[in-house]
Antibody
Framework: EVQLVESGGGLVQPGGSLRLSCAAS????????MSWVRQAPGKGLEWVSV???????YYADSVKGRFTISRDNSKNTLYLQMNSLRAEDTAVYYC?????????????WGQGTMVTVSS | SSELTQDPAVSVALGQTVRITCQGD??????ASWYQQKPGQAPVLVIY???NRPSGIPDRFSGSSSGNTASLTITGAQAEDEADYYC????????????FGGGTKLTVL
């Protein structure tokens, strides 16, 4: 079964750090474009970051310099390292496969993990 | 601010047809994809490319595009179609980035 399962969310103080994980099954993370998308409470979806199959990474301006996307091919897992967290980073974070075969659509989504930045 | 613009809310009578639109410069170069999200759930892809439905998506969902506007049409809306709908494409200023519309809340009356 093709599936993504996120973990690592929680409560963190402003200025703190957190690392999210996204374990994939049924397909190979390193052969695909993989993204993080977030959704603040009661708000819409916001694209956060992508890692290409070749390893190139790109970020939304709102997180550039603070967040780092990476993957562990041996674990078939995607990560998002989040540093210098702010209250406005509070959101549900989803990992998703960005499918070139599906004309750049996000065709597989995880269930999401909640990150709360608060003192 | 989002580079893809959607109407915040749309309503449709049960069994009728509704069109949800998405406007943005990037849509002149890239296809839009559409996602359905119900409360407390992850988004689900419903339309991608020119007009393609993933397996399991009912054929009452269809997509189209003209110029800078993409549309999602639901023909014969059902109660279970009540949800938030988001469009998405590549960013217009740099094709490595993604962007979502602000979302449309669909109410089925």
């Amino acid at each position: 079964e093709v599936q993504l399962v996120e973990s690592g969310g929680g409560l963190v103080q402003p200025g703190g750090s957190l690392r999210l994980s996204c374990a994939a099954s049924g397909f190979t993370v390193s052969s695909n474009y993989m993204s993080w998308v977030r959704q603040a409470p009661g708000k819409g979806l916001e694209w956060v970051s992508v890692i290409y199959s070749g390893g190139s990474t790109y970020y939304a301006d709102s997180v550039k310099g603070r967040f780092t996307i990476s993957r562990d091919n041996s674990k078939n897992t995607l990560y998002l390292q989040m540093n210098s967290l702010r209250a406005e980073d509070t959101a549900v974070y989803y990992c998703a496969r960005w499918s070139i075969a599906a004309h750049d659509a996000f065709d597989i989504w995880g269930q999401g993990t909640m990150v709360t930045v608060s003192s | 601010s989002s580079e893809l613009t959607q109407d915040p809310a749309v309503s449709v009578a049960l069994g009728q047809t509704v069109r949800i639109t998405c406007q943005g410069d990037s849509l002149r170069s890239y296809y839009a994809s559409w996602y359905q999200q119900k409360p407390g759930q992850a988004p689900v892809l419903v339309i991608y490319g020119k007009n393609n439905r993933p397996s399991g998506i009912p054929d009452r969902f269809s997509g189209s595009s003209s110029g800078n506007t993409a549309s999602l049409t639901i023909t014969g809306a059902q109660a279970e179609d009540e949800a938030d709908y988001y469009c998405n494409s590549r960013d217009s200023s740099g094709n490595h980035l993604g962007v979502f519309g602000g979302g449309t809340k669909l109410t089925v009356l």
